[in-house]
C-alpha cells in the first residue's frame, strides 16, 4: 500500500506509458483548500493481510503532517462471491483485514463510513500476466549521462487492454518513482520495457526487488494523472484539479484490486 504521504508523493512519481499523447491533462489543486479525506487501499491475489489507509489533506503551506482519521467503519466486499470483511484499526487511521487473498476476474468492492459521511470504490482484479524475467541497460538521460536501469520483460496477452504497474525497492528502499503501462500500441507483443529513474540510480552489486502488479483501468487513470499534477507534461492549465479518483463520496485517494509478480535480484 502506498503510504499517507499525499502531498509530497505527487512530487516524486515518474510515468511511463504508450499513450501519454490521448490523456486529458490535470493539475494538483496546490492552494489553501479545505482538508479532504485520503483513502488509500489495496488488496491482491496474495494472501492479506491488507490495510486501507485513511487521513486528512493539510494546507499546501503546512507541514507534511497528516491527521489519520480514526473510528472509521471500513468493509471489503467481494461482490462475485458475496464474502465481507471488516477491517479493524489496527493503528491511528490504519484499518487492517484478516487474512484472505483476492481472486483474480473478482470485484472488490470497499465502503469507509467516516465522520457520519459515506465514501466507496471499486476494482475489478485482472488475470495475472507473468513477470518473464528482469534484465538491466544502460541508457543516457536528458543530461547526456549514461545510468543503469531495469528492465522488464513479459508477453502481453493479445485481445484485450491491460494495464501494468511496477515498483522498485533498491537495497531494501522504496524508490519513489511510480510507473504505469498501458499496452495499447503493444498488444499481444513481448514487451521489453526500461524503467527510467530520475533521481536514483542502479549501480552493480545493488539488490533490487521488483514488483509487477496488473491492475484495472481506473487505477491506471489514478496514476497517470498523478504524473499530470507533478507538472512533467510542462502544461499548466488555469483550473488544476485533483487527480482522477475511483473513490465516491469527496475522498481522494484509491482503493486497487491488483495481482502481484515480483524478482528480487542482484544488479549486473
Same mark, same amino acid.
Given at each position: 500500500m502506498i503510504s499517507g504521504r499525499y502531498t509530497t508523493y505527487l512530487f516524486s512519481?515518474?510515468?511511463?506509458?504508450?499513450?501519454?499523447?490521448?490523456?486529458?491533462?490535470?493539475?494538483?489543486?496546490?492552494?489553501?483548500?479545505?482538508?479532504?479525506?485520503?483513502?488509500?487501499?489495496?488488496?491482491?491475489?496474495q494472501p492479506g493481510p491488507y490495510q486501507v489507509k485513511i487521513t486528512r489533506t493539510v494546507s499546501f503551506s503546512d507541514p507534511n503532517t497528516f491527521p489519520p482519521v480514526t473510528g472509521a467503519t471500513v468493509e471489503i466486499m467481494d461482490s462475485t462471491n458475496g464474502n465481507?470483511?471488516?477491517?479493524?484499526?489496527?493503528?491511528?487511521?490504519?484499518?487492517?483485514?484478516?487474512?484472505?487473498?483476492?481472486?483474480?476476474?473478482?470485484?472488490?468492492?470497499?465502503?469507509?463510513?467516516?465522520?457520519?459521511?459515506?465514501?466507496?470504490?471499486?476494482?475489478?482484479?485482472?488475470a495475472t500476466v507473468p513477470?518473464?524475467?528482469?534484465?538491466?541497460?544502460? /541508457?543516457?538521460? @536528458?543530461?547526456?549521462?549514461?545510468?543503469? =536501469?531495469? !528492465?522488464? %520483460?513479459?508477453?502481453?496477452?493479445?485481445?484485450?487492454?491491460?494495464?501494468?504497474?511496477f515498483i522498485e525497492h533498491l537495497n531494501g528502499r522504496l524508490i519513489p518513482n511510480i510507473f504505469v503501462f498501458e499496452d495499447r500500441l503493444s498488444d499481444g507483443r513481448h514487451i521489453e520495457q526500461p524503467l527510467f529513474n530520475d533521481s536514483s540510480y542502479l549501480q552493480k552489486g545493488d539488490t533490487l526487488q521488483?514488483?509487477?502488479?496488473?491492475?484495472?483501468?481506473n487505477i491506471y487513470n489514478y496514476f497517470f494523472s498523478l504524473l499530470?499534477?507533478?507538472? /512533467?507534461?510542462? @502544461?499548466?492549465?488555469?483550473?488544476?484539479? =485533483?487527480? !482522477?479518483? %475511483?473513490?465516491?463520496?469527496g475522498a481522494v485517494g484509491y482503493f486497487s484490486a491488483h495481482t502481484v509478480n515480483k524478482e528480487k535480484l542482484l544488479v549486473y
Open positions: 512519481l515518474l510515468l511511463l506509458s504508450g499513450s501519454s499523447a490521448c490523456k486529458r491533462t490535470v493539475q494538483v489543486r496546490l492552494d489553501d483548500a479545505p482538508p479532504q479525506v485520503v483513502i488509500e487501499g489495496e488488496i491482491t491475489n465481507s470483511y471488516v477491517l479493524s484499526e489496527s493503528s491511528p487511521g490504519v484499518y487492517t483485514s484478516n487474512d484472505f487473498a483476492g481472486i483474480p476476474a473478482h470485484t472488490y468492492r470497499l465502503r469507509v463510513q467516516a465522520d457520519g459521511l459515506q465514501y466507496a470504490a471499486s476494482s475489478t482484479m485482472p513477470l518473464d524475467s528482469v534484465s538491466f541497460a544502460v /541508457n543516457t538521460n @536528458f543530461n547526456g549521462k549514461k545510468e543503469l =536501469n531495469a !528492465v522488464v %520483460n513479459f508477453q502481453d496477452p493479445p485481445g484485450k487492454v491491460n494495464y501494468y504497474q521488483l514488483r509487477m502488479y496488473c491492475i484495472d483501468k499530470q499534477v507533478t507538472a /512533467n507534461n510542462g @502544461f499548466q492549465p488555469a483550473s488544476p484539479d =485533483n487527480p !482522477v479518483t %475511483n473513490i465516491t463520496g
